[in-house]
């Protein structure tokens, strides 16, 4: 049974910093590209983040480009979101999601999904 | 990265057919075949119901279909079921090797 356990969240300051971490397992993790999408309470779902297999490509959405960085340990079967200078509008649900096709980069869809990890961004 | 845009809500009568749109540019919809489209009810994570376009994953019914022309893509639900409410999303790969969200569609089964 594929599992993704996401850890890391809870409440900071903006401008700190905070790491996201996500244990994956039942599948083959090095296989796949892995991604990371966010839900701001309420509201719909953005992509953040993902890197294919090797990390040999890795992309960023607009509004965390150049604050968050993405990697992955395939030795531990994990996946990890570095995140810097936050703002309020970072405030969301993070998901840590594992790409539906094998190889590459995948095929940019998302097959399995963790219950994701609450990231809460205030003064 | 614009947002894909889809209607806010739809509706339908148990039994109906219902469909979703979800238009974007050539840079995203139109330029690549990597559409999906996501199921979330509330306090859940999203499910995977269609992805490249057409192809639905295992175990996903197959009242649900997924098509594109230009720019537009379509998710199709015939046979609606009280089931089936839910908040609806497309997604596609972009030229910008990212990928991009649709604002959301609420499905209502009256």
């Known amino acids: ?123 | 990265q614009s947002a894909l845009t889809q209607p806010a809500s739809v509706s339908g009568s148990p039994g109906q057919s219902i469909t979703i749109s979800c238009t974007g540019t050539s840079s995203d919809v139109g330029g690549y075949n990597y559409v999906s489209w996501y199921q979330q009810h509330p306090g859940k994570a999203p499910k995977l119901m269609i992805y490249d376009v057409t192809d639905r994953p295992s175990g996903v019914s197959n009242r649900f279909s997924g098509s594109k022309s230009g720019n537009t893509a379509s998710l199709t639900i015939s046979g609606l079921q009280a089931e089936d409410e839910a908040d609806y999303y497309c997604s596609s790969y972009t030229s910008s090797s990212t990928v991009v969200f649709g604002g959301g569609t609420k499905l209502t089964v009256l």
Not at chain 1, 58 to 81: C, E, H, P, T, W
Not at chain 1, 86 to 112: I, M, N, P, Q, W
């Open chain 1, 1 to 123: 049974e594929v599992q993704l356990v996401e850890s890391g969240g809870g409440l900071v300051q903006p401008g700190r910093s905070l790491r996201l971490s996500c244990a994956a397992s039942g599948f083959t993790f090095d296989d796949y590209a892995m991604h990371w999408v966010r839900q701001a309470p309420g509201k719909g779902l953005e992509w953040v983040s993902g890197s294919s297999w090797n990390s040999g490509t890795i992309g960023y959405a607009d509004s965390v480009k150049g604050r968050f960085i993405i990697s992955r340990d395939n030795a531990k079967n994990s996946l990890y979101l570095q995140m810097n200078s936050l703002r309020a509008e970072d405030t969301a649900l993070y998901y840590c999601v594992k790409d539906a096709t094998a190889g590459d980069s995948g095929s940019y869809s998302f097959d399995y999904w963790g219950q994701g990890t609450l990231v809460t961004v205030s003064s």
